[in-house]
C-alpha cells in the first residue's frame, strides 16, 4: 500500500514541477515575441490607444515586475485579460472546457473500455486469425493522423451517407432547448468522437496487448495454471490485473495530453472547444490566453500523472514499499 512518506514525497514532485511550469509559462510565450511590438502592428490602433493597452496590461514596467504581477494573479485564479476579446482569460477558458470534456470525456472513456478488451482478446488467441485481425487493424488507426481520419468519416458519414453533420456544436439558428438541444448537441459530437475514440482505442489496444502477451510468460501465471485454475479464472485474477500497469500510465497520461490532441480534431470539426481556442490564440498571438491553455494543460497533465502514481499502488501493493 502506499505509505504516508511515498504520497508526501509524491506530491511534493507534484507541486514543484508545477513551480517549474509556472515560471516556463512566463518565459517561453515573451520568448516568442513582444507584446508591444505585436500591438503596435494593429493597425486599429491608434497610437494613444496602444500605450493606453500597454499601460493598462503592465507591458511597460519592468521584466520582474511582471513576473511577480503574474504570478500573484495566477495563483490568484486571475489568467490575465485576452488580447482578441478583451475577456478574462478565466471566463473563456470556462465557457470552451465544457465543449472540449464533453468529446474529449466521452471519446476516453469510450477508449479505456474497449481498447483494453479488444487487446486482451488479441492476446488471449495471440498468434491466431483473431490476434491478426485486431492487432492489424489497432496499428492502422494508431497510425493514422487524427486529422485525416476525421477527414474520412466525414467523408463516408457527412458527405456520401449524409447521415451526420460536418461539424460545429449545433444546428445554426436552431432554437432548441431542454432535450431537442442535448440530442442536436451529441448528434453532432458523433464524429468528433468517434474520431479521438478511434486513435486512442488502438493505441490501449496495442498496448494491452503487448503486456497480456508478456504477462502470460511469467511464472506465477503457469503456476496459477498447474494448479487448476480456469482460464477465465487465470485471466481475471493474475493477467488482467497485472497487465493493466502500463496501460493504465498511457490511460493516466492521455487524460492530460489529449487536450492537446483535440487541437486538430476541434479545427477539423469547427467544435468550440479549447482546441479551437487555442488555434485562434495563436493565429492572434494572444498571450494571456495562450499562458491560460499551456497552463491548463500541464496541469492536468501534472495530476493525471500524480492519479496515476497513487492508483499503482492500489493495483500493485509493491510498488508502495
Known sequence: MLTPRRLAGRLLTALGTLAFVLVLNFVIFR?????????????????AAQEALIRQRGLDQSTWVQF????????????????????????ELLTALPNTLLVVGVATVLASLLGPWIGLLAAWKRG??????????SVVLY???????????????AQWWQLLPTGLASTPGSTATGLAHAADVARHAVLPVATLTL?????????MRSAVVDTLREDYVLTARAIGLT??????????????LPV???????????????????????????????????HGKDYPMLQ???LLSSVLVIAMNLAVDLLYGRLDPRIGD
Open 292 to 294: 491560460g491553455l499551456f
Open 128 to 137: 491466431r486469425a483473431r490476434d491478426t485481425l485486431l492487432t492489424q487493424g
Open 143 to 157: 497510425s493514422m493522423p487524427s486529422f485525416w481520419l476525421g477527414m474520412v468519416l466525414i467523408a463516408v458519414f
Open 68 to 91: 511577480v504581477r503574474y504570478l500573484k494573479d495566477t495563483l490568484g485564479g486571475d489568467l490575465g485579460t485576452s488580447f482578441i476579446t478583451n475577456r478574462p482569460v478565466t471566463e
Open 199 to 207: 486513435g486512442l482505442l488502438a493505441q490501449y489496444a496495442v498496448n
Open 31 to 47: 520568448a516568442m515575441g513582444d507584446p508591444k511590438h505585436d500591438l503596435a502592428r494593429n493597425p486599429s490602433l491608434t497610437e
Open 231 to 244: 482460464p477465465r479464472a487465470v485471466r481475471r485474477r493474475h493477467v488482467v490485473r497485472n497487465a493493466m
Open 248 to 282: 493504465v500510465t498511457v490511460i493516466g497520461l492521455n487524460l492530460g495530453f489529449v487536450l492537446g490532441g483535440a487541437i486538430t480534431v476541434e479545427a477539423l470539426f469547427s467544435w468550440p472547444g479549447i482546441g479551437q481556442l487555442t488555434m485562434e490564440a495563436i
